[in-house]
């Protein structure tokens, strides 16, 4: 199974801050990932697929790279509605997995 | 606008079963993927199960397999998940997730979950 872990694991920022949240996989997934942003009591939204694809409707101050066993989400200048906790998600094999999640809190 | 709406869950013993149930709208649902993904509660995301688009092709996690089965009916749009012989570790909410296709590839939309308790 392809295990995924994500760093750090929670970070406070400010308003405006730039963040980076770093997920490695344990074997190379191609660009088989997305990133999703999850509030207290609600679902999960995906903001980036395919790893670097901005999903429709999320503002452009989200962003993804990378490929193979490494990537990030950066969110270029932190708006307050940003903190939340963000996941990615591998799909490359049929046993998806998830990171174990970045907590983003207000500093 | 896609809308995926689970129902189903509720408090149940251990050994116990309980089908949950996701009615589609808003997309054709016979063309898509769909997966069954779990939260326990103040844990993170745990992918569960996932049928193709005709049901011939079903995956599970190893910590469900050989208890939950996944079933779909295209003809009523819904998607469901029947849980047997279920154990205190099986409480979450439970979410009915959209799997995008290969024009967005991933799960792209999910419904609001429905709460699985698991207790005696």
């Known amino acids: 199974d392809i295990q995924m872990t994500q760093s750090p694991s929670s970070l406070s920022a400010s308003v405006g801050d730039r963040v980076t949240i770093t997920c490695r996989a344990s074997?190379?997934?191609?660009?088989?990932l997305g990133w999703y942003q999850q509030k207290p009591g609600k679902a999960p939204k995906r903001l980036i697929y395919a790893a670097s694809s901005l999903q429709s409707g999320v503002p452009s101050r989200f962003s993804g790279s990378g490929s193979g066993t490494e990537f990030t989400l950066t969110i270029s200048s932190l708006q307050p509605e940003d903190f939340a906790t963000y996941y990615c998600?591998?799909?490359?094999?049929?046993?998806?997995?998830f990171g174990p999640g970045t907590k983003v809190d207000i500093k | 606008q896609v809308q995926l709406v689970e129902s189903g869950g509720g408090l149940v013993k251990p050994g116990g079963s309980l089908r949950l149930s996701c009615a589609a709208s808003g997309f054709t649902f016979s063309d898509y993927y769909m997966s069954w993904i779990r939260q326990a509660p103040g844990k993170g995301l745990e992918w569960v199960s996932y049928i193709s688009s005709s049901g011939s092709t079903i995956y599970y996690a190893d910590s469900v397999k050989g208890r939950f089965t996944i079933s779909r009916d295209n003809a009523k749009n819904s998607l469901y998940l029947q849980m047997n012989s279920l154990r205190a570790e099986d409480t979450a909410v439970y979410y009915c997730?959209?799997?995008?296709?290969?024009?967005?590839?991933?799960?792209?939309?999910w419904g609001q979950g429905t709460l699985v308790t698991v207790s005696s």
């Open positions: 074997q190379g997934i191609r660009n088989d």
């Open positions: 997730a959209r799997d995008g296709g290969s024009g967005q590839p991933g799960i792209d939309y």
């Open positions: 998600l591998q799909h490359n094999s049929y046993l998806f997995t």
